[in-house]
């Protein structure tokens, strides 16, 4: 049994909590850390299982019993409490992204160096059914030779313009999922990238220096063209698609649903709309990552997201940026420490 302790006790935090309690049967949550934590969330917490609650995470990372730490606080203490759980000799899944700054994920790429601690990121979207499905097909040759990527990924409802000031901007809060799709599609890295974008959901989104609307064009190092379409707000629901087309075939998936029951009558032929938001699309994917984090740590194996994964979609992040105020192609090369 590894005994894992949860920094952060919002919205992802309570995720984590929720699928180590109910779907994880090798892991418990000893201890749920939040700054501002709430008689109600403790309440919660205890319901759920877990043993402690606490303001401090440092409370977590001096507990000798924890073996592991989520990190899933706010995106700016992810790379120092990284680092401070690897000094601990704490297994780390850390949230994405690490960090927005190449410079904070290298000292955590430092901290790991001659260190036997386990480090995972956590895109969940790898371990979605369908996407795997299309992964594990193109990996098992049955296109032949990628050619292109198609990735479609739309919410239901943009954020508030308050969250875009603080989120790093779509590039690096939205898209980077879809940045790492790409390369778990691939499977290979992106060399350049060029970004077409606009303001076209909701003008507070550009007074706050961000894009809502983009089409992204990416060159793979294994030749294959990918792109990206992202919108803020797609009004039928939560749009995440994927295609790969090769020189033998294509592979591609649709959206969940509720279900997969189609109505035909005089009236027309409908169907259930895509499942609405991530929670609802994701919470399977939420609890098969960390049943893999945790098999790592117990079977002592590569976690299937390294530090490396973490870097590379926030490089293809500020290389769109780049495209995006320069109005061209962006190599990844050109993004450095």
Request: hydrophobic share 40%; with cysteine.
């Amino acid at each position: 049994m590894v005994n894992v302790g949860i920094i952060g006790a919002g919205r992802i935090g309570r995720v984590h909590v929720e699928s180590i309690c109910t779907q994880v049967g090798n892991a418990k949550v000893k201890s749920l850390a939040d700054p501002f934590m709430t008689e109600e969330t403790a309440v919660w917490a205890k319901e759920m299982g877990v043993e402690k609650t606490t303001k401090d995470y440092k409370d977590i990372l001096n507990d000798s019993e924890i073996d592991a730490v989520l990190i899933c606080s706010s995106t700016d203490t992810h790379s120092p409490i990284s680092v401070e759980a690897i000094k601990a000799g704490k297994h780390v899944f850390c949230e994405k992204p690490i960090d927005h700054d190449v410079k904070k994920i290298q000292e955590v790429i430092d901290a790991l160096k001659n260190s036997s601690v386990k480090y995972q990121v956590g895109f969940n979207r790898r371990f979605d059914h369908n996407f795997e499905a299309v992964r594990d097909a193109v990996a098992a040759g049955k296109i032949g030779e990628t050619q292109i990527i198609k990735v479609t990924s739309r919410d239901p409802e943009p954020p508030s313009a308050e969250y875009v000031k603080v989120s790093g901007g779509m590039f690096l809060d939205m898209t980077i999922h879809d940045f790492d799709m790409v390369r778990f599609l691939a499977g290979c890295d992106a060399e350049e990238v060029y970004v077409e974008a606009a303001v076209l959901v909701d003008p507070a989104i550009g007074e706050a220096g961000d894009v809502d609307t983009a089409v992204i064009t990416l060159k793979m190092k294994n030749g294959a063209i990918a792109v990206i379409d992202n919108s803020r707000k797609a009004v039928y629901g939560y749009d995440q698609r994927a295609e790969v087309f090769g020189s033998k075939g294509m592979v591609a998936t649709a959206n969940d649903s509720a279900s997969s029951a189609v109505i035909s009558n005089a009236e027309g032929v409908t169907g259930e709309k895509p499942l609405y938001f991530f929670l609802e699309r994701y919470m399977a994917a939420y609890a098969k990552e960390i049943k893999c984090f945790i098999d790592a740590i117990e079977k002592d194996t590569e976690t299937p997201l390294g530090v490396m994964d973490g870097l590379e979609p926030v490089l293809m992040g500020l290389a769109a940026k780049k495209s995006l105020e320069e109005h061209r192609p962006v190599k990844i090369s050109e993004i450095t420490v």
